[in-house]
């Protein structure tokens, strides 16, 4: 294992650090139980967004707290669900007497120990509403599953759920709000390397050098099929039409198109990925009104890319562009 | 012939050494078709409780088995935290009050935690998770317990039953956890959450060998 780290043990800890010191103006950090809170958290009357998950997908989710986004974030261990007792404090700490939101990935884990915490939290007396996000194709959503996982549109939901927040929403918009995105946005991934988990100190799955895994999870989850690579074109094809048929999206819907870095991937990559998914789109008749690219949820240093595919309306594309300051996304202000 | 109090504590402590002594073979295994942090998880969790049980040593068993489920609760994260510390929570109310238990009293403990485990993560004999190891123990202990065997004899045949079930998760296909989004490719590999449940009940069994 090669990483720039002191002891496996200390990973997240120190980046919690780390993040305390780079933005004090945006967020304040509380230890034992670990969240980063908005530096003017509670906003009275404002209703209260909280998301949370394992490390090792920054800048998702600490780096999205802020105006416009997140009111905290819950880390867990690297690619481990955190604890009922942080989303707990968490939930506490930034109820603004409106209540608060729980956006949770689906995963058993994080579906579980937000659960716990949302029960919790309405036992003290907090209105509590959460909304799961199971936004990828890769995965069949049957009884027999743990159903599809939430990947990237996680962080699309977060910053438009966010903003209308921000407008002074109530709770129960905003849950609705949330559940409408989950309904209308896909994701698919693909991987050409594997992650290294710290504590692990190997890689999680063995790809050889010639192969690649479409469908791969952001926690170096297999994914549909591992097969020989191809040119950035033929792959674009093919996370992109899954994205496509399932939903389904259809000739004049309007979208946003987000191509996320695993971690591994360079923007030059992401940007000849981005301009494939146009023409792909452009000739179902779909049109790309607004676009994310970069690395937004990684997983660790894996290479690869996501394709996330939204159906936008106005409301939604106002959201979108509203102000927003945050370590990870910022722009308006 | 009982479990004592001191037995339970020596459970614990011997549990937390088995788990660090085979941390990496449970995140080899949970690399295999999960997401290769169960044994980080899990020594992180019982780390926190043996940390935790100085402060709750005179308490009855029930509650020392309470307050190992809440440090798990605190401390794991993941789908094994909630679901461990439900099997001590809801062991530990089953034998709440006691300074001592026997067959009977263990046998039902063991299955309201199962309860507990079951109704959290909506697992079934034969997903391919904890419960499969979970559910034929609890089995063999009430079977022990009706025929009157000894606690001894229940024990053992409870270990046993665990690593049957264990064993025999290889060949299925997982269908909870993060383990069934493998499908078919999850096949062939043995679960690291049935795993870790074999090695808590064997524990018990070579701990409280003097019962």
Sequence with gaps: MKKLINVPEEVVLEELQGIELAHPDLVKVHYDPDYILRADAPVKGKVGIVSGGGSGHEPMHGGFVGMGMLDAACPGAVFTSPTPDQML???????????????????????????MAADLARAEGIDVEAVVINDDVAVKDSLWTAGRRGVGLTVLMEKIVGAAAEEGRSLQELADLARK?????????????????PHAGKPTFDLPEDEMEIGIGIHGEPGRTRMKIKPADEVTEMLLTPVVEDLPFESGDEVLLFVNSMGGTPLVELYIVYRKAVELLEAKGIKVVRNLIGPYITSLEMAGASITLLKMDDDMVKLWDAPVKTAGLRWGV | MSVTRDDVLLWIRAYAEVIDSNMEYLTELDAKIGDADHGANMNRGFKAVLTKLPDNEDKDIGGIMMAVGMALLSKVGGAGGPLYSTIFIQAGKSIDGKMEFGLED??????????????????????????????????????????????????????????????????????????????????????????????????????????
């Design chain 1, 181 to 197: 995105i989950n309904g209308q946005g896909r994701s698919m991934g693909m991987a050409l390397t594997s992650c290294v988990v």
């Design chain 1, 89 to 115: 404090e968490a939930t506490k700490a930034v109820d603004g007497g409106a209540g608060v939101l729980h956006l949770v990935k689906n995963y058993t884990g994080d579906v579980m120990n937000f659960e």
């Design chain 2, 106 to 211: 263990w046998a039902k403990a063991l299955e309201a935690a199962t309860i507990g485990v079951i109704n959290l993560g909506k697992a079934s004999l034969g997903d391919k998770t904890m419960v499969d190891a979970l559910i034929p123990a609890v089995e063999a202990l009430k079977e022990a317990s009706q025929q009157g065997l000894s606690l001894r004899e229940g024990l053992e045949k409870s270990a046993k039953a665990a690593e049957k079930g264990m064993i025999a998760t290889i060949p299925l296909v997982a269908r909870k956890g993060r383990a069934s989004y493998l499908g078919e490719r999850s096949a062939g590999h043995q679960d690291p959450g049935a795993t870790s449940t074999f090695m808590l009940l064997d524990t018990a069994v070579k701990v409280w060998a003097e019962v």
